[in-house]
T-cell receptor, first 114, second 111 residues
């Protein structure tokens, strides 16, 4: 029944490590997104893929690299983690051309960098 | 630059009252605004969309208004319940196709 799923739910790691977050959607959507929500709860777009093509690439350090192996999956790899990367990362998906173009969000991955 | 702002102060109301949340935008005219609900530890969930040519949109106990003169959208929850306690976010797609969120308003409904 899960629409947009992310793994892991929690990620605690040391500074300098490399980590990945995975996202999958079973809604048949063609567009997927990564958002970052900081400690002040501000939700900001990072990347967006449409049909496996990168269409939005915000001003994000190049330590962050998204990868979309197919329309249903969008992963986020982060190199050389820094303290400031600690946040909750949300994956989302949508179907382009719909009436409301609403986005469906995953449960989030809380990343803590020590 | 385009801005979308919500009252960042938490809103505390008594059960049964109407909650009213505000979303203001500046430096642009969105064709529509979306409202989402976010519970602690969860992702946002889409609630309603209102277009610029719609003055009001309703869904059960929810009502959204859109005033293009005031550059403001109001989100109302009538007969509020403790289960309505959450953070409510307004959002719009900018010209670059990015969904831009306000900072959200936390609503707490006390029994």
């Amino acid at each position: 029944d899960t629409a947009v799923s992310q793994t892991p739910k929690y990620l605690v790691t040391q500074m300098g490590n490399d980590k990945s977050i995975k996202c999958e959607q079973n809604l048949g959507h063609d567009t997927m997104y990564w958002y970052k929500q900081d400690s002040k709860k501000f939700l900001k777009i990072m990347f967006s893929y449409n049909n496996k093509e990168l269409i939005i690439n915000e001003t994000v350090p190049n330590r962050f690299s998204p990868k979309s192996p197919d329309k249903a999956h969008l992963n986020l790899h982060i190199n050389s983690l820094e303290l400031g990367d600690s946040a909750v990362y949300f994956c989302a998906s949508s179907l382009s051309g719909t009436t409301y173009n609403e986005q469906f969000f995953g449960p989030g991955t809380r990343l803590t960098v020590l | 630059s385009q801005k979308i702002e919500q009252n960042s102060e938490a809103l505390n109301i008594q059960e049964g009252k109407t909650a009213t949340l505000t979303c203001n935008y500046t430096n642009y005219s969105p064709a529509y605004l979306q409202w989402y609900r976010q519970d602690p530890g969860r992702g946002p969930v889409f609630l309603l969309l209102i277009r610029e040519n719609e003055k009001e949109k309703r869904k059960e106990r929810l009502k959204v208004t859109f005033d293009t003169t005031l550059k403001q959208s109001l989100f109302h929850i009538t007969a509020s319940q403790p289960a309505d306690s959450a953070t409510y976010l307004c959002a719009h797609y900018n010209q670059g196709g990015k969904l831009i969120f306000g900072q959200g308003t936390e609503l707490s409904v006390k029994p």
